[in-house]
């Protein structure tokens, strides 16, 4: 089995800064492009920064210029770095990645997801 688990989330006023943490974890062998999405209340998820394995980045013009991706390989791990933030950014932030693994069924590879870390932008 594969885990992500994000970390990072909470309270911040309006202009303020987060940085959230997804560790992969399990009996991975690569994993190749990971991504940082959002889901707000009523509105249908987003994807908000994705990182190739090489470490090539890609943020949609909502965000670019206040949030950074960035991975680890060595820690299996990816961050976002959210600068600047406004009360729209208010969401569930979830983390995927596309990952490499091997289990008793073999190896296999499939998009995992972590449960999620909620971010509230707020006076």
């Known amino acids: 089995q594969v885990h992500l688990v994000e970390s990072g989330g909470g309270l911040v006023q309006p202009g303020g800064s987060l940085r959230l943490s997804c560790v992969a974890s399990g009996s991975i062998l690569s994993i190749n492009t990971m991504a940082w999405y959002r889901q707000a209340p009523g509105k249908e998820r987003e994807l908000v920064a994705s990182?190739?394995?090489?470490?090539?980045?890609t943020l949609p013009d909502s965000v670019k210029g206040r949030y950074t991706i960035s991975r680890d390989n060595a820690k299996n791990t990816m961050y976002l770095q959210m600068n600047s933030l406004k009360p729209e950014d208010t969401a569930v932030y979830l983390c995927t990645a596309d990952v490499f693994f091997e289990d008793d069924r073999g190896r296999r590879y499939r998009a995992v997801w972590g449960q999620g870390t909620l971010v509230t932008v707020s006076s």
């Open positions: 990182i190739t394995n090489t470490g090539t980045p």
